[in-house]
């Protein structure tokens, strides 16, 4: 049993930052894989970034090169750093734990508008 819980998202300006951050209940090395997700009115929810036990990570086409997933393990904490926002990078951001199955943060709102 994972519980996640998202904090971080808010209003910013376009080309400015946030820092996303999802607290798991458990020590993160227990869980296969993580990841951010986000889903924005009207579209389907799609994949942001993603980061492996190992250390292994993915991302979206439309962040790379601005955001950063990572990881704290001393505070169970998954973080992902976004830079040089968008307008298009509004939604909601929810985080993902996977172990034998799928667990889900109940998500925070990012709105980049100016």
């Known amino acids: 049993q994972v519980q996640l819980v998202e904090s971080g998202g808010g209003l910013v300006q376009p080309g400015g930052s946030l820092r996303l951050s999802c607290a798991a209940s458990?020590?993160?090395?227990?869980?296969?894989?993580m990841g951010w997700y986000r889903q924005a009115p009207g579209k389907q929810r799609e994949s942001v970034a993603t980061?492996?036990?190992?250390?292994?990570?993915t991302y979206e086409d439309s962040v790379k090169g601005r955001f950063t997933i990572s990881r704290d393990s001393d505070k169970n904490t998954l973080y992902l750093q976004m830079n040089s926002l968008k307008p298009e990078d509004t939604a909601l951001y929810l985080c993902?734990?996977?172990?034998?199955?799928?667990?889900w943060g109940k998500g925070t709102l990012v709105t980049v508008s100016s």
């Open positions: 993902k734990a996977t172990t034998y199955k799928d667990y």
């Open positions: 458990v020590n993160i090395f227990r869980i296969n894989t």
């Open positions: 980061i492996t036990v190992a250390g292994t990570t």
